[in-house]
């Protein structure tokens, strides 16, 4: 029998107040795969990663980490268990340099990487290591919120927008990075509007429209259906 996923969303519902933005999502991420979540802007992508991570006050449906339901747990008891969220405002503390935000976040579980191998990952902090979160650049910025949560022993990375506004450069770096966390054996779901990068380092891709999941395509059919993905995107 196959492994069962490491996270499995079924019916996943979820409301801001009296608006209504997930309808019934349901999908599924396999143990050490990469997924993305492709949609237009207000497809649902990014509140579909707050639900799972418990940050949405009204949802209901069910999302099994590990086969342990968590739809009724707080987002802390969520990342103690192995979920972890960097957010696509990146969430970098202004008054502490890149030292003291690698260190905030406490180890949850066994296995987090140490800040020389955060160091490794993403030399460039190693360099700004007492610069104030004010004086790094965008970059900068997303490799300080992805390396701090690489430090908590999360197994289950909810990536939001992890290149949007950055340099050729430095998306090429963050995907390098992602492959390479993928290798060591963590999974990793990734919101991306920029499916080009997507291509290069999923293994699926998930498609939301109006809250809801529409198509999932695997990364070997991703350039046959080109012109699916664009009508689905607004390409």
């Known amino acids: 029998m196959p492994d069962a996923p490491l996270l499995s969303i079924r019916g996943l519902n979820a409301w801001y107040g009296e608006s209504h933005i997930l309808h019934g999502v349901e999908f ?8 993305t979540l492709l949609g ?30 968590t739809i009724a747990l707080t987002s802390s008891r969520i990342a103690r268990l192995g979920v972890a969220f960097c957010p696509e405002e990146r969430g970098i503390f202004a ?3 890149v030292q003291e935000n690698l260190l905030l976040p406490p180890a949850v579980r066994a296995g987090g990487l140490t800040v020389e191998q955060v160091f490794e990952l993403f030399p460039n902090l190693k360099e ?4 104030q979160g004010t004086k790094l650049s965008g970059g900068e910025q997303q490799m300080l919120a992805i ?3 690489l430090r908590t022993g999360a197994r289950l990375l909810l990536l939001d927008e992890p ?27 990734l919101v991306e509007q920029n499916f080009r990068f997507a291509s290069r380092v999923a293994d ?7 809250g809801r999941m529409v198509d999932m395509i695997p990364n070997s059919e991703l350039e046959s259906k080109l012109d699916k993905v664009h009508e689905y995107l607004g390409v």
Do not use: C, D, W
């Open 28 to 35: 599924e991420v396999p143990r050490g795969e990469v997924v």
């Open 163 to 189: 290149t949007e506004g950055l340099a050729p450069v430095i998306v090429q770096q963050i995907g390098r990075t992602i492959s390479r966390l993928k290798a060591e054996g963590f999974t990793i779901l």
């Open 40 to 69: 237009r802007n207000g497809a649902g992508k990014t509140t579909t990663l707050k639900s799972i991570m418990g940050m949405v006050a009204r949802r209901k449906g069910s999302v099994r980490f590990e086969g342990a339901e």
């Open 147 to 149: 390396g701090r949560i």
């Open 204 to 210: 699926r891709h998930y498609v939301m429209e109006g």
């Open 95 to 97: 008054s502490l340099n």
């Open 128 to 131: 700004r290591l007492a610069s």
